[in-house]
């Protein structure tokens, strides 16, 4: 008989299918979107802009430690925390849907005020974010989600991995795999899509054109808002929309 697993024990089996599937979706998503013409030409675009940034100092290091600091963060996260949370127990699907909804929001609503406090806070982390904002806004491309400063690198990935293991001890049972790979997924893509240029402002672009666009106002210098970066609902609550 296949072994039941239960809340809080170390399911490696559903931790490495989290991974193995999350992976092979983004590059499935990624080759099939790729497909579509207006996304092509927007991937070409940001290619030959990206090529163009890399050449100059500021970003090959930071690129090659923020990887670095990722790359750890989430390999602690797959071995040591994820095979305690993940679980194949059977879920409605409603309930897996409402936990992806509370995850990424909770999220948001921390990440914003990580963002806009901490970050351009008037400390040391303001000149972390600093590095970030070297990224301005009539040059962004989708590199510009990379340039970040090992701390910034780490705090964000951490953040949403302390939200979710949180979620998981409030709620007393742990996320169907299914939740952990969408919710992931959206944090991830949401991250890089956020620094695009989408060159179109027609279908099927329109939305990402609009997304990149908020957040590239973000990016013409320290003393602007739109903090959020799953939605800008806390910066329509709080009053730094733009």
């Known amino acids: 008989m296949t072994p039941v697993h239960t809340w809080m024990t170390y399911n490696w089996q559903a931790s490495l299918t989290t991974l193995l599937l999350t992976v092979g979706l983004v590059a499935l998503g ?13 991937r070409n675009h ?14 090959p290091g930071r690129l090659n430690s923020s990887h670095k ?51 351009h806070g008037q400390g ?10 070297q990224a301005r806004k009539t040059n962004l491309t989708s590199i510009d989600a990379l340039l970040l400063h090992p701390w910034e690198a780490f ?5 949403y991995i302390v939200v979710t293991v949180a979620f998981c001890v409030a709620v007393g049972r742990g996320l169907h795999v299914a939740s952990l790979i969408i919710s992931i997924l959206i944090y991830t893509q949401l991250n890089q899509i956020n620094h ?12 990402l054109h609009w997304i990149g666009d908020k957040h590239s ?13 799953i939605t800008l609902l806390f910066d329509k609550l709080f009053g730094t929309f733009e």
């Open 155 to 159: 705090l964000g990935n951490a953040l």
């Open 196 to 207: 695009v240029h989408f060159p179109e402002k027609r279908f099927p672009q329109k939305l």
């Open 124 to 133: 040391y982390f303001r000149q972390v974010h600093a590095v970030h904002h």
């Open 69 to 119: 600091v990722a790359f750890f963060t989430y390999l602690v996260f797959v071995i040591a925390i994820l095979p305690f949370i993940a679980t194949f127990q059977p879920q409605p699907v409603w309930q897996m849907l409402l936990d992806v909804f509370v995850i990424l929001m909770v999220y948001d609503f921390f990440y914003y005020l990580m963002h806009r406090f901490l970050f």
């Open 46 to 59: 940001n290619r030959q802009a990206n090529r163009l940034k890399i050449k100059t100092p500021k970003y």
């Open 30 to 42: 990624r080759f099939l979107l790729f497909k579509v013409p207006a996304f092509a030409k927007t």
């Open 217 to 229: 106002l973000h990016h013409i210098d320290m003393h602007h808002g739109n903090y959020a970066t």
